[in-house]
């Protein structure tokens, strides 16, 4: 089945730098890859998702890329705000399977 | 988009008891999902519902342990039977539906924090 790795674990930036969290994936089948942020005690929330007939997705500050021959996508958060200070979560699968998410990431962005 | 009500949200419990978790959706789904997200750690599928048939448990979770009812296309139950300290976790109902750019996407509930003592 799919296995989902996600680096890093934790991630530290000052506030206005950028940030690029990892995942890669061990299904070459696997065609849609969502980003989840879930904030302390809230529920995860979909961020930014890619589809495996596109490259590149970005909306306002946050973009994803996916690279599938290689297996793996990455997000990109541009402009770090406070506000961005959550736990980011990846995920892949291919139709009709389940959704396998990685181990996530703590990002602390610091003003 | 779909709008997933869960509850309890959260709920302190005595070991050897058993939880019922509530999950209401605001759309007809076909499939309804059950996760755990232990302390700090990622979302794990216990198991997915279908209105009509049993229930589909991912490997180590079993039925006895979470039965899951699904009476209808809104509705679904999780029940976490004779609890132990271990289970105690966040448990996250789900489901998917359009989204804001028309594909499908994967929806949570606000989960339910349980704390067994």
């Known amino acids: 089945g799919e296995n989902v790795e996600q680096h890093p674990s934790t991630l530290s930036v000052q506030e206005g730098d950028s940030a690029v969290i990892k995942c890669t994936y061990s299904d070459s089948a696997s065609n849609y890859f969502p980003w989840y942020k879930q904030e302390l005690g809230k529920r995860p929330q979909l961020i930014i998702d890619?589809?495996?007939?596109?490259g590149e997705k970005k909306d306002q500050r946050i973009a994803v890329t996916l690279n599938k021959t290689a297996k793996h996508f990455s997000l990109h958060i541009t402009e770090t705000q406070p506000e961005d200070s959550a736990v980011y979560f990846c995920?892949?699968?291919?139709?009709?399977?389940?959704?396998?998410f990685g181990a996530g990431t703590i990002l602390r962005v610091k003003s | 988009s779909a709008v997933i009500s869960q509850k309890p949200s959260r709920d302190i419990c005595q070991r050897g008891t058993s939880l019922t978790i509530q999950c209401q959706v605001d759309?007809?789904?076909?499939?309804m999902f059950w996760y755990r997200q232990q302390p700090g750690q990622s979302l794990t599928l216990i198991a997915t519902a279908n209105q009509g048939s049993e229930a589909t448990y991912e490997s180590g979770f079993v039925i006895d342990k979470f039965p899951i009812s699904r009476p209808n296309l809104t509705f679904s139950t999780l029940t976490v039977s004779n609890m132990s300290p271990e289970d105690s976790s966040i448990y996250l109902c789900?489901?998917?539906?359009?989204?804001?750019?028309?594909?499908?996407?994967?929806?949570f509930g606000q989960g339910t924090r349980l704390t067994v003592v």
């Open positions: 890619i589809r495996s007939n596109v």
């Open positions: 759309s007809q789904v076909t499939m």
């Open positions: 995920a892949a699968r291919k139709y009709g399977n389940k959704l396998v």
């Open positions: 789900s489901v998917e539906d359009r989204g804001r750019d028309m594909n499908t996407e994967a929806f």
